[in-house]
Nanobody
Framework: QVQLVESGGDLVQTGGSLRLSCTVS????????MAWHRQAAGKQRELVAG???????NYADSAKGRFTISRDNAKNTVYLQMDNLKPEDTAVYYC?????????????WGQGTQVTVSS
């Protein structure tokens, strides 16, 4: 019954910023790991940013220095701050969380949110 709800995708001009949100619906104990993936038209889904418990965040080369993954534990929400957006960032963005709930550990995916960057 635990689900992820994404929001924040929009149409933005080159150089603009967006903050994507991924909120857990349902009761959980904790988020053990989190990641953001994206899938552009005609391409495979790729990892953009990830953060596992006890480790440092990692980013795709194309996102380093521009994207930041974070979370607000009180709100059970994960964020992806995207700055200096480029047309090649255009894609559907999906959050992926490893959550600890009463049923144990499970991987959950958000429904996706569209980010479009115009030149």
């Amino acid at each position: 019954q635990v689900q992820l709800v994404e929001s924040g995708g929009d149409l933005v001009q080159t150089g603009g910023s967006l903050r994507l949100s991924c909120t857990v619906s349902g009761s959980i104990f904790s988020i053990k790991a989190m990641a953001w993936h994206r899938q552009a038209a005609g391409k495979q889904r790729e990892l953009v940013a990830g953060l596992a418990e006890g480790s440092s965040p990692n980013y795709a080369d194309s996102a380093k220095g521009r994207f930041t993954i974070s979370r607000d534990n009180a709100k059970n929400t994960v964020y992806l701050q995207m700055d200096n957006l480029k047309p090649e960032d255009t894609a559907v963005y999906y959050c992926n969380l490893l959550v600890h709930a009463h049923t144990g550990l499970s991987s959950k995916w958000g429904q996706g949110t569209q980010v479009t960057v115009s030149s």
